[in-house]
T-cell receptor, first 114, second 111 residues
Framework: EAQVTQNPRYLITVTGKKLTVTCSQNMNHEYMSWYRQDPGLGLRQIYY???????DKGDVPEGYKVSRKEKRNFPLILESPSPNQTSLYFC?????????????FGQGTRLTVV | GDSVTQMEGPVTLSEEAFLTINCTYT??????LFWYVQYPGEGLQLLLKATKADDKGSNKGFEATYRKETTSFHLEKGSVQVSDSAVYFC??????????FGAGTRLTVKP
């Protein structure tokens, strides 16, 4: 089954404790991205990757890191989480960055930083 | 930069009512337009899309027409069901760019 898989689905952590949210897709997509979803703000892009070893900042990259060493994986790293990073996070992939291609989303990771 | 504005919710309707969720956009070029739906506890999934002016996207009884002259892509359904209760997101995408999403509109359909 074609899918984007994120782990974990739920995570509660403490301020300053490094964490990684994994994302993997099995559709051989070139383009992957991370979003955060906050009430009233919709989805805001954190980072994106056009292909392996190519990553770039989105609209809200502060406090986050990513890497793209393999085509299928695009982990999101929070080196020192803070309470304002409490949010619902989504990973997405699409065949390319072309405008007519849809994005496929993971199930989401609900992160709480206390 | 590109942006999407959609009507604020929440929207509450009775079953079989007519639904319209307004969406307008600002873009530098001629983007593709999308509607995504998010059911409780799930990720977003594509509902429909349109890639050029005057195209109509349709799926599961939902429709939206790409109107370049009014920069709009309003979502409509003639008769909603309880199972349509979800959050709906309008989005656009230009070449070599990521999706831009609206804030989302929560729809609740009551029996």
């Amino acid at each position: 089954e074609a899918q984007v898989t994120q782990n974990p689905r739920y995570l509660i952590t403490v301020t300053g404790k490094k964490l990684t949210v994994t994302c993997s897709q099995n559709m051989n997509h070139e383009y992957m991205s991370w979003y955060r979803q906050d009430p009233g703000l919709g989805l805001r892009q954190i980072y994106y990757s056009m292909n392996v070893e190519v990553t770039d900042k989105g609209d809200v990259p502060e406090g986050y890191k990513v890497s793209r060493k393999e085509k299928r994986n695009f982990p999101l790293i929070l080196e020192s989480p803070s309470p304002n990073q409490t949010s619902l996070y989504f990973c997405a992939s699409s065949p390319s960055g072309r405008m007519n291609t849809e994005a496929f989303f993971g199930q989401g990771t609900r992160l709480t930083v206390v | 930069g590109d942006s999407v504005t959609q009507m604020e919710g929440p929207v509450t309707l009775s079953e079989e009512a007519f639904l319209t969720i307004n969406c307008t956009y600002t873009a530098t070029g001629y983007p593709s337009l999308f509607w995504y739906v998010q059911y409780p506890g799930e990720g977003l999934q594509l509902l429909l899309k349109a890639t050029k002016a005057d195209d109509k996207g349709s799926n599961k009884g939902f429709e939206a027409t790409y109107r370049k002259e009014t920069t709009s892509f309003h979502l409509e359904k003639g008769s909603v069901q309880v199972s349509d209760s979800a959050v709906y997101f309008c989005a656009l995408r230009e070449d070599n760019n990521d999706m831009r999403f609206g804030a989302g509109t929560r729809l609740t359909v009551k029996p």
